[in-house]
């Protein structure tokens, strides 16, 4: 566990930092505070280091001894260390939260659990891609059967026309008498069962 900022040499505000006797150690997590320019983001950009395992090229010329509860962490062994530190800064924030209009890099981590959300995750999105695929399917099929109905309703209208010699006779027309005898045979039904 990291435990403390033993010294800084050449960083920013850092010129020459030792750890003043009494400080407090570290806590599991930790939050970095303080006046603008005061030297967080350079704090928090060193501590960044050890999660990315990689030097940051504004600190290349500084010098750091951290103190763990086992051996210290320096500029020249960080990208060894095994400590899981995790820092939320301005940098995190450019690099994998987009405000303008990109994707967003995840940054959620949930441990041994995240394989089998993950896993559940993915067979959620299958289901929801073959619904919408079952969906895109049953919509064409819809305006298919639309289609074939108002042919059928402009082929039977023009039958009419043709046959009863009703002139204007259109599909409109015969919508309306499809309805007109609805209710009619609606109502004959009411009343026969009111009969019986």
Same mark, same amino acid.
Request: proline share 2%.
């Given at each position: 566990?990291?435990?403390?900022?033993?010294? =800084? $040499?050449? &960083?920013?505000?850092?010129? *020459? +930092? @030792?750890?003043?006797?009494?400080?407090?150690?570290?806590? =599991? $997590?930790? &939050?970095?505070?303080?006046? *603008? +320019? @005061?030297?967080?983001?350079?704090?928090?950009?060193?501590?960044?280091?050890?999660?990315?395992?990689?030097? *940051?090229?504004?600190?290349?010329?500084?010098?750091?001894?951290?103190?763990?509860?086992?051996?210290?962490?320096?500029?020249?062994?960080?990208?060894?260390?095994?400590?899981?530190?995790?820092?939320?800064?301005?940098?995190?924030?450019?690099?994998?939260?987009?405000?303008?209009?990109?994707?967003?890099?995840?940054?959620?981590?949930?441990?041994?659990?995240?394989?089998?959300?993950?896993?559940?995750?993915?067979?959620?999105?299958?289901?929801?891609?073959?619904?919408?695929?079952?969906?895109?399917?049953?919509?064409?099929?819809?305006?298919?059967?639309?289609?074939?109905?108002?042919?059928?309703?402009?082929?039977?209208?023009?039958?009419?026309?043709?046959?009863?010699?009703?002139?204007?006779?259109?599909?409109?027309?015969?919508?309306?008498?499809?309805?007109?005898?609805?209710?009619?045979?609606?109502?004959?039904?009411?009343?026969?069962?009111?009969?019986?």
């Amino acid at each position: 566990m990291l435990k403390n900022i033993e010294k =800084i $040499k050449g &960083l920013g505000v850092y010129q *020459n +930092y @030792s750890k003043p006797v009494g400080t407090q150690d570290f806590g =599991i $997590k930790n &939050l970095i505070y303080g006046w *603008n +320019y @005061s030297g967080k983001t350079t704090l928090s950009r060193l501590f960044a280091q050890l999660e990315t395992k990689s030097t *940051n090229p504004d600190l290349a010329d500084c010098e750091f001894t951290l103190g763990t509860s086992g051996d210290s962490i320096t500029e020249k062994n960080f990208s060894r260390c095994n400590l899981s530190v995790r820092v939320f800064n301005s940098d995190f924030i450019r690099e994998n939260l987009h405000f303008d209009g990109g994707s967003f890099n995840p940054i959620l981590l949930l441990g041994k659990e995240s394989e089998e959300a993950q896993r559940k995750l993915e067979e959620l999105s299958r289901q929801v891609q073959r619904s919408e695929e079952v969906q895109r399917k049953l919509d064409g099929r819809c305006e298919e059967l639309k289609t074939r109905i108002a042919q059928a309703k402009t082929d039977t209208a023009k039958f009419i026309r043709q046959h009863l010699k009703v002139d204007p006779y259109t599909a409109t027309h015969l919508a309306q008498d499809v309805l007109a005898v609805g209710v009619l045979d609606f109502q004959l039904l009411v009343l026969s069962s009111t009969e019986n």
